[in-house]
């Protein structure tokens, strides 16, 4: 089971295609280079615009707060009857899985 995603490039006919719709849309039009050249970011115009408060609820940050403790990507190799064992516990078996080498360390006097 691949969980690969993979990028489709539309054809030149395609891209024909979503380039005329764009040139028919009286909504848009191509910027200027000056246009391009005064913009700012949001967190510069936003608060002299809406007010301080509400721009912050604008810009916050959104998804999944910061972890306390933060995760480290290593590559581990183990033996394929114990991470299937891991994988057939369904949805969260990584989870599990640090959880019970986290036990074992705790255990055995390593942390």
Known sequence: MSSKRSIVMPTDEEDAVINRGIAA???TRELSTEE???MRPAH???PKRVGESFAAELLKRRGRPPADITKVATSVR???DVLDAFRATGEGWQTRMNDALRDYARSHGMM
């Open 44 to 46: 510069e115009t936003l």
């Open 78 to 80: 183990y033996d394929r």
């Open 25 to 27: 849309d009286a909504d």
């Open 36 to 38: 391009i050249r005064r």
